[in-house]
């Protein structure tokens, strides 16, 4: 069975922050991209950051502004979302994706093979 397991969501203060963990079991983590995708009430599911199945490829959505950071561990089959300078409109469920590395890019929602259930992220300013 697959699994995308994600942690570390919940409330914050704005400015502080967050790492986003999100464990994958049930295929094979080399063979996928892995992402990051949030969906505000109201809003579109939008795609934040993916990793390349070889850690090597990073993408970031542009108004993130270098506060988020994507990373991996192979060896633990989890990809990560250090999330810093929180603003209130970050409040978001937060997604983690799988996507074959055969399809690029990463960061497109139809590209995405696998969905994790999503965790709350509420910034209060």
């Known amino acids: 069975e697959v699994q995308l397991v994600e942690s570390g969501g919940g409330l914050v203060q704005a400015g502080g922050s967050l790492r986003l963990s999100c464990v994958a079991s049930?295929?094979?983590?080399?063979?996928?991209?892995l992402g990051w995708f949030r969906q505000a009430p109201g809003k579109e599911r939008e795609a934040l950051s993916c990793?390349?199945?070889?850690?090597?490829?990073?993408y970031y959505e542009e108004s993130l502004e270098d506060r988020f950071t994507i990373s991996s561990d192979n060896a633990k089959n989890t990809v990560y979302l250090q999330m810093n300078r929180l603003k209130p409109e970050d409040t978001a469920v937060y997604y983690c994706?799988?996507?074959?590395?055969?399809?690029?890019?990463?960061?497109?929602?139809?590209?995405?093979?696998?969905w994790g259930q999503g965790t709350q992220v509420t910034v209060s300013s």
């Open positions: 049930g295929f094979t983590f080399d063979d996928y991209a």
């Open positions: 990793i390349s199945s070889g850690g090597d490829n990073t």
């Open positions: 994706a799988a996507v074959s590395r055969h399809k690029e890019p990463c960061y497109y929602s139809d590209f995405v093979d696998y």
